[in-house]
């Protein structure tokens, strides 16, 4: 089709079906429409698209993972492809997506018992209610399987949450917030749905950020916040449990560096074909080919790696280890790409798109994506954890437990 990506330079996307092509050229079109035009002035006022989340929903943008509310029969590579394209077009709502749909919604589908995602996932998917996911403490990021402080006490046919959280994706405005916290009692880490507002609940937005400012992040306290027995999660019985969800979303979050590494190229790309030094398109000189190359050669292995970590989730063969090296390896190009992308576009490179500079056609920010992929090492797993447990896999030995 002529809408294939030219990023995607070994063609993988003629692995997904006919019905999952069509999809995609809708969820593109919505992209080019409704989100690149406004993506940078969103960035630069630090606030998520929430006027979107109607078509975000209506394109099933909330609901494909999901058995119970998926509009059609997709594959992992399909949503994978989707949160890459996503991310190409604006990191932050593939953030602002994935909170909502990778993470918080895949705890209730994994975690929930039917009651509970029968109460939640249909809603949630139709973009009824904003969901966030608190596991991250002010204390504890990497070692939150350990260390998480949040407690959870029982008293009858409720639970008493006391804690903090920080670095909350859509914490600040999200009406339902899955909270981790640690029983009391068998001191195993438990999920618990906080519907807000909620007396002792408190969320503050987190300001200042230079990284996915278009997502709203949060620091949430508890002050002994009650849950009903009902809506703790039932199927989780501690952070095992809870390691399915992250296995799962970190593979997602790979697709997203992929995209934050394709719309840096994209920008260099058109950027070096318009620019002219020394009388030529500085695309002729062959310091930037061989950076472009390297561009592509990252986006094309991550797409590789990608693709097959997500074959291995249809196939049941995905283990944790599989979800890290791809978060880790991805992440790792992804910075670099964005590094020699942002080099291509000279003093522009660190400007916002949308001003025209003399003689540069506007648009050409490539500034975002370099900022935005600063985030994305770092959550789900920094690139370290994330090559710690590989290196559990291949050695026997845990360097960080
Ligand atoms: P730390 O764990 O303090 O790590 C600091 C450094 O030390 C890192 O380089 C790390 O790799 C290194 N390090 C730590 N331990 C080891 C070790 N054993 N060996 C080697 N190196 C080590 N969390 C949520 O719960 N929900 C969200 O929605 C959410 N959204 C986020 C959105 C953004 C934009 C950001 C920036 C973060 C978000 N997070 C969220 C939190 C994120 O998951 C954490 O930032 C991440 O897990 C790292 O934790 P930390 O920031 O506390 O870093």
Redesign the pocket.
């Known amino acids: 089709p002529a809408d294939l990506l030219d990023a995607d330079f070994y063609s993988f996307q003629h692995l997904l079906t006919d019905a999952e092509q069509r999809a995609l050229a809708e969820i593109r079109a919505f992209l080019d429409a409704d989100v690149r035009p406004h993506a940078d002035d969103l960035w630069e006022r630090a606030e998520s698209p929430r006027h979107l989340i109607p078509r975000i929903a209506e394109l099933g943008l909330y609901a494909n993972g999901f058995a119970e509310t998926r509009r059609f029969e997709n594959s992992a590579v399909f949503r994978g492809w989707v949160a890459m394209e996503l991310s190409r077009a604006d990191p932050s709502l593939a953030?602002f997506i994935g909170?909502h749909s990778g993470?918080a919604m895949t705890s209730i589908a994994v975690g929930g018992s039917d009651e509970q995602k029968a109460e939640w996932l249909p809603p949630l998917a139709a973009g009824e209610s904003v969901a966030?996911?608190?596991?991250?403490e002010p204390g504890?990021?990497?070692?939150?399987a350990r260390g998480l402080e949040t407690t959870a006490e029982r008293r009858g046919d409720h639970w008493v949450l006391n804690g903090a959280?920080?670095?909350?994706?859509?914490?600040a405005f999200a009406d339902l917030v899955v909270i981790w916290a640690r029983d009391l009692a068998d001191q195993q880490v438990k999920g618990f749905l906080v519907r807000t507002p909620a007396a002792g609940f408190t969320a503050t937005k987190i300001e200042r950020?230079q990284?996915?400012r278009g997502?709203e992040?949060a620091d949430i306290v508890l002050e002994n916040v009650v849950v009903a027995e009902g809506d703790r999660l039932q199927r989780i019985d501690g952070f095992r449990d809870l390691a399915v969800v992250l296995r799962l979303t970190r593979a997602d979050v790979a697709w997203q560096g992929l995209g934050v590494g394709v719309g840096a190229y994209e920008a260099a790309l058109a950027y070096a074909k318009a620019r002219t030094q020394f009388g030529k398109p500085i695309a002729s000189f062959q310091l930037v080919q061989e950076k472009l190359a390297v561009a592509l050669s990252n986006i094309t292995a991550s797409i590789a790696l990608s693709v097959r970590v997500s074959q291995m989730q249809d196939e049941g063969l995905q283990a944790d280890h599989h979800s890290a090296m791809a978060k880790a390896f991805v992440s790792a190009r992804m910075r670099e790409t964005v590094a020699l992308c942002r080099e291509i576009c000279g003093g522009n490179g660190i400007q916002l798109g949308g001003q025209s500079q003399v003689g540069i056609p506007a648009g050409y920010g490539v500034a975002r994506y370099f900022a935005d992929a600063e985030?994305v090492f770092?959550?789900?797993?920094?690139?370290?954890?994330n090559s710690?447990i590989v290196g559990r896999a291949i050695t026997g030995h845990s360097?960080?437990v």
């Open positions: 953030t909170v993470l966030a996911f608190g596991l991250t504890h990021g990497s070692d939150t959280k920080r670095w909350i994706g859509n914490g950020k990284s996915l997502v992040n985030a770092t959550f789900e797993g920094t690139y370290d954890m710690l360097a960080f």
